[in-house]
């Protein structure tokens, strides 16, 4: 980057300063002559050099030489005698004269010096400051897109006066076309094209890694080898005297992206150029300034290449996870009844061996008891893959809670056999909408799994009740109970309570019934949850949403 000012702007410049240093001078110089203050007062001279000090904190070093150049030619010719000659008739006034001379020279030298220190420390401050709100402003948003969005602005905030007039950021899609993903000039929520041009020039600074200008009018010279030089109608947003830059965003040697930057067509701006890399040449600190500029846009999109990267190993991990847990939870679960049907089908199929009626039965019965679990089981696993696709949408209709109770009790005589089954079902209930088969599979699980952990002969409770807009749904049994630490965690997938101990006649669950339960009853707009009875035992709980109007109608 670099400063190209216009000739007659800095001969403008260099005439002001000459004539504020020749007429400070002279004005000191008539002063001092009119009042006869010199040589009444040996040491007047130094007033010359507040006013050396006075230009060269001001306005520079030039005008600071000038005013001393000034001040020792006036104050030889009116005041040191002869008067009114260059001539000097003591040789200590040419030493004194001398010595003046190069103090305020030196003088001038150090104040424009601590003045242009000055300057640059505020400068520094500054972009530091600048540098500090962007960062901070980039880590304050969540999305690419908003990020990218507050990089561009600070672009066309801190860069405006070099000629920059919009930033936007293009970034290449899976087809290998740039799409604009922040633009200062567009309105959010709309999407610009890019011209044909635009997409060459972008793909060709991406690859190339150099800077690209596109002009619209045909005296295009080329000033910088490094550049290439296109010609193209710029669109109605620019003016004659403007251009676009293309400009790739590095890092390392991988672009990641590319800058687009419309730029006036001004000399008097700073040149927005490209970095020096490789060739020993050394950035300037307004250009070094920008760069990082360009360098936080291409950190922005690492980081955001870096979290998707992340995303995918993670969900890799836990898809891989997942399949590690069903192998191993189900792959058991799935063997046992299909090896009890093998068993039993076979046992019925031996010729040689007179099976007795009794016998038979219960070879059937085995068969149908393990084809209900395989059946049960099959259903969690696809109930559960729908649950966690989103594709589960309850086919609700009007049904009597109690009588979905006793149609789960009348099928599941099997494996409650034995038990005595507590009911408390009013007989004033309404009806609620329900998906009548979902329901069924979750009080089914329910009951199979109060079953499952406490003793054969132990009654299960079933009670119903209507609690404000709710339809409570209870069901508890007389077992350990559920250690406080697991009340949540059990409605996780494939979570199995670590030491529960099951009763004698079932088998180890694959940990699917209570996740599937829950994402089930969620999907009804209800809520499930387990507690501890203080006489023993463990109770869930589900809530089926029922609304007042509906009360009132079926009470």
Known sequence: MFLKADKGQKGQLYIIDSCLGILSSLAVTLCLYLLRLYPTIPNVSLIYLLIVLVLASTRGLYAATVASVVAFLSFDYFLVPPFYTFSIAKSEEW???????????????????????????????????????????TTNEASMERQLQVVAQAVVREFASSGVRDCAILL???????????????????????????????????????????????????????????????????SKRGYIRML??????????????????????????????GRGEQLSQRAAFFWTFMDQAAAVIDRARLRRESMQVELLRRTDALRSALLSSVSHDLRTPLASIKAAASSLLQEDVSWGEEERAGFIQAIERQADRLNRLVGNLLDMSRIEGGALHPEKEWYPIDELIHDVLGHMQTTLDGREIRT??????????????????????????????????????????????????????????????????????????????RSSSSTMGTGLGLAVCRGLIEAHGGRIWAENRLEGGAIFRFTLPLTKGEELDYA
């Open 95 to 137: 030493l004194a004269l001398f010595i003046f001379l190069v103090t305020a020279i030196f003088t001038g030298q150090l104040a424009a010096a601590l003045r242009q220190r000055a300057q640059q420390a505020t400068m520094r401050e500054s972009e530091t400051r600048a540098l500090y709100e962007l960062v901070s402003a």
């Open 172 to 238: 290449p899609n899976e087809k290998n076309q740039f799409v604009l993903h922040a633009d200062v000039k567009q309105t959010p929520g709309t999407v610009m094209e890019l011209v044909p041009d635009e997409q060459v020039t972008a793909m060709t600074a991406m690859r190339e890694g150099k800077v690209i200008d596109l002009h619209s009018d045909a005296l295009v010279s080329a000033r910088d080898p490094i550049r290439y030089w296109y010609r193209r109608r710029m669109d109605a947003d620019a």
């Open 248 to 277: 790739p965003l590095m890092l390392g040697q991988r672009s990641v992206g590319v800058v687009r930057l419309l730029m006036n067509e001004d000399p008097q701006q700073f040149m927005l150029g490209t970095r020096a890399r």
């Open 424 to 501: 408390s079902l009013p007989e004033d209930l309404p009806p609620v909408q329900i998906d009548y088969l979902q329901l069924d599979q979750v009080v089914t699980n329910l009951l199979e799994n109060a079953a499952r952990y406490t003793a054969v002969g132990s009654p299960i409770e079933i009670s119903v009740e209507v609690m404000d807009e709710n339809m409570l749904v209870s069901i508890g049994d007389y077992g350990p109970g559920i250690p406080p630490g697991d009340l949540e965690r059990i409605f996780d997938k494939f979570y199995r309570v670590s030491g529960t101990r």
